[in-house]
C-alpha cells in the first residue's frame, strides 16, 4: 500500500493501482453492486479527457509537456486498455464525481509515469488541475453519457434495419398464404401471412425513425457549462472548440445544447431515447409473442408457422423444441422497460441546478442500447431469417374460420350472416354449405363471395367497382 492525501487528509491505495486517494474513498464507500459501467462509458470518459487537454492546449491554457502526456495517457484509455483501473461502482456519489475523480487520477498517474514521475505522487500533472481542467463532473458526466449513447444508437439502428429488411423479405415470400386473420384471439376475416409480415416490418421501422429522431437531441453537449451551467474557469472559446473536437474525435455530429443550463438541469434528452427504446421493446416483444403463438404446437396449437429449432427444449420431454430465441428477445425487452422506468425516475429526481442522478441513467440507458442491439442480431440470425411457413395448416383453419362469414353481408345482410355463422360452427360444417342449404347464394356465387384472397383486399368480394 501506499499513502496518499485528499482534502479529508490520508488514504491507503494499493501500490499496483493507477488511481488514488478519492476513488479509493469510493471503492470503501460503495460496496453496492459490484457492476461496472460498461465499456462505452468508460472509454468515452478517455475522450472527454483527451479532447478536453487538446482544446485547452489550443487555448493556451495547459502547456504541451503536459498535455501531450495526458492526451497519450486518455488515448491508451479511449482504446480500451487499463479498463479494469475503472473500480467504482455504478450505485456511488451523486452526478458522478467518483467516476470523474477515477478517470483523473488514473490518466494524471500514467501521465507522470510516461515523463519520469512516480505514482501516486501527482507532479507534474495533478488531477484537479490538469487533467480536470475547465471542467465540473456536473458537465463532464452528462457529456460522457451523451457520446456514449450516441456511439451506441448507430450498432442499434443497423439492427433495426436488419430485422426489418428480414421482416420484409418473409413478407414477400409468404405473401401467397392464406391464413384465418383473428381479433380478440377469435376467428376474424382473413389475411395473408406476408401481410402479417409486412406490418411487423413496418412497425419495426416506424421505430427506428423515433430512436433516430431521439438520438439526434441526444447529441447536444452542455461540455463547458463546468459547475452550473456559468463556464466558470473554463475559456470563453471551450464550449464550442469541445463540441467539435469531441466531433472529429468519434466521427459523429456533435452540437451546442443551445443552453449550458439546460444541459445541466434537464435530463429530458436521455428520458426521450429510452422512451424510443421502451417502444421499440413493446414492438418487438409483440412480434415475439407473436411468433411463439403461430409457431404453438407443433400438433395442439396453431403451428401456422415452424421456428427454427436451435437447442432441445427440455430436460424431460424427449423431442421437445422451444421458441427460445423469441423468448430471449421477450426478457430483453422486458429489463429494457425496467430500465425506462428506472431513467425516468433519475430524469425527474433533478434539482435545482443539477440532476446527480446520471451516473445509474448512464448504466441503464447504455446497457439498453447493448442489450437490445445484440438482443436484435441473435434474433434476426436464429429466429426470423429461418421461419417457415406450414401452408398446409394455413389453409386448413383459414377455410375453418368462421371470419368468412363477414363476405356474405354484402350479399344477404348482417343478421342472415350471423346465422349462417352460427349454423355452421353449431354443426360443425363449412360456412357455404349453410349458406347453400338456406338458399341465400347459389354454389357460383359462393364460389366468388367466399373466395378467400378476395377477402384481403380492399373491396367488396364478388364486386368490381
Not at 425487452?333 to 433519475?346: E, F, K, Q, R, S
Request: with cysteine.
Amino acid at each position: 500500500m501506499r499513502t496518499e492525501r485528499d482534502s479529508l487528509g490520508p488514504v491507503q491505495v494499493p501500490d499496483d493501482a493507477l488511481w488514488g486517494a478519492q476513488t479509493q474513498r469510493a471503492v470503501e464507500n460503495f460496496c453496492i453492486s459490484g457492476l461496472r459501467q460498461p465499456a462505452v462509458y468508460l472509454s468515452s470518459t478517455a475522450l472527454v479527457k483527451l479532447a478536453a487537454a487538446q482544446v485547452n492546449m489550443s487555448l493556451g491554457q495547459l502547456d504541451e509537456r503536459r498535455g501531450e502526456a495526458i492526451v497519450a495517457a486518455a488515448q491508451r484509455l479511449a482504446d480500451g486498455e487499463l479498463h479494469d483501473q475503472f473500480v467504482v461502482d455504478p450505485f456511488q456519489a451523486g452526478a458522478g464525481t467518483s467516476h470523474n475523480m477515477n478517470a483523473n487520477e488514473v490518466i494524471a498517474n500514467l501521465a507522470n509515469e510516461s515523463l519520469g514521475g512516480q505514482r501516486g505522487v501527482y507532479d507534474p500533472v495533478n488531477p484537479n488541475d490538469h487533467v480536470n481542467m475547465a471542467q465540473s463532473t456536473n458537465d463532464v458526466i452528462p457529456t460522457v453519457t451523451r457520446v456514449g449513447a450516441a456511439r451506441l444508437v448507430g450498432p442499434l439502428l443497423a439492427q433495426v434495419e436488419r430485422l426489418a429488411e428480414t421482416l420484409e423479405a418473409q413478407a414477400q415470400a409468404f405473401d401467397p398464404i392464406l391464413k384465418a386473420g383473428r381479433t380478440h384471439l377469435q376467428d376474424a376475416v382473413p389475411v395473408r401471412l406476408g401481410q402479417e409480415f409486412g406490418g411487423y416490418a413496418r412497425a419495426v421501422r416506424l421505430d427506428g425513425e423515433r430512436i433516430s429522431a431521439a438520438a439526434a437531441r441526444v447529441r447536444r453537449l452542455g461540455i463547458g457549462g463546468t459547475a452550473t451551467g456559468t463556464g466558470l474557469n473554463a475559456h470563453p472559446g471551450y464550449h464550442q472548440a469541445m463540441v467539435a473536437r469531441l466531433s472529429a474525435l468519434t466521427g459523429l455530429t456533435f452540437c451546442s445544447s443551445g443552453n449550458l443550463f439546460e444541459s445541466m438541469q434537464s435530463a429530458a434528452d436521455f428520458t426521450d431515447l429510452s422512451s424510443a427504446l421502451r417502444t421499440l421493446a413493446v414492438t418487438l416483444t409483440r412480434i415475439a409473442n407473436d411468433l411463439r403463438l403461430l409457431s404453438s404446437g407443433p400438433t395442439t396449437g396453431l403451428a401456422e408457422i415452424v421456428l427454427p429449432a436451435v437447442q432441445p427444449g427440455s430436460s424431460i420431454m424427449p423431442g421437445k423444441v422451444n421458441p427460445v430465441m423469441a423468448e430471449m428477445l421477450n426478457m430483453v425487452c422486458y429489463h429494457v422497460m425496467g430500465n425506462d422506468l428506472t431513467i425516468m425516475a433519475c430524469a425527474q429526481a433533478g434539482q435545482l441546478e443539477l440532476n446527480v442522478m446520471v451516473p445509474i441513467l448512464a448504466y441503464n440507458l447504455l446497457q439498453s442500447l447493448e442489450v437490445l442491439t445484440r438482443g436484435m442480431a441473435a434474433f434476426t440470425d436464429r429466429c426470423v431469417s429461418g421461419i417457415v411457413a406450414n401452408e398446409a395448416r394455413c389453409a386448413e383453419l383459414g377455410q375453418r374460420s368462421i371470419g368468412l362469414a363477414t363476405a356474405l353481408n354484402a350479399y344477404i345482410g348482417y343478421s342472415a350472416a350471423a346465422k349462417v355463422a352460427q349454423e355452421a360452427l353449431g354443426r360443425g360444417v363449412p360456412l357455404r354449405q349453410v349458406a347453400e342449404e338456406l338458399g341465400y347464394l347459389t354454389a357460383e356465387q359462393l364460389d366468388t363471395v367466399l373466395d378467400p384472397y378476395g377477402m384481403t383486399e380492399p373491396g367488396i368480394p364478388g364486386q368490381e367497382l
